[in-house]
């Protein structure tokens, strides 16, 4: 059975939408009917999402650590529609290796990464503002489960989302709401293209770490919008690996 997704007239709640996954998960849940409140920090990437997609895009340009700010945007989005899902794309990174550990750096990628998705959730999951049947997912990285040298906040910043999203699934599961965690690889980005750049032959290096190759942006949208369908209906507290073979070697 090949699955297409159809969510019109559904609403959703995207962090980090102005690049990268987050981007790529916005864009094809507009292009499938759905009404998405965009939040990124990057307020002309917005706009270019706003020119294409008209009223179906909500552009809120935030930081997503500015809970305030967060409650607000997805309460005025909330009077317009019940929400139907999220997904919590924001994250940030820096190396921050144990001889040289920086506690700023770190609380500040562990609040993007792990705060914010709760908070987004606990926001969300209020019955003045859920629809009936949500489905929120958060974006966690093979470095939560394998772990990256030099990379100490990060790596526990998305092993905690993935057993944070147990505990939540567990809690609204009465209420019908299910929450899951996805964990990709190396992913072709902005980013990684970046540090290709700066780094000629890296990616080949990185290429070799993975079984199947690098993945896209393509493959975890593919994912999320399924976990965000009634086609992942008895799907929950799960986190789902898509990392083309990389943590099993």
Known sequence: MNIKFDFPGRRFVVTGSTSGIGRKITADLLEVGAVVLAIGRRSERLDELKERY????????????????????????AAEGKVHGSVHCAGTNKFTPLRAFNWKDAEEIIKTSLYAGVEMIRIISSKKITAEKGSHVLIASVAGIKGETGFTAYSAAK???????????????????RVNSITPGWIQTELTDRIDARYPGHIDTIRLEHPLGVGSVEDVSNLAMFLLSDEARWITGSNIIIDGGYSIK
Request: proline share 5%; no cysteine.
């Open 159 to 177: 092993s905690a989302v993935i057993g944070a999203v147990r505990t939540m699934a567990l809690e609204l599961a009465i209420k019908d709401i």
């Open 54 to 77: 008209g009223d179906k895009v909500v552009p809120a340009p935030l930081d997503v650590n500015n809970f305030e700010a967060l409650k607000n945007v997805i309460e005025n989005f």
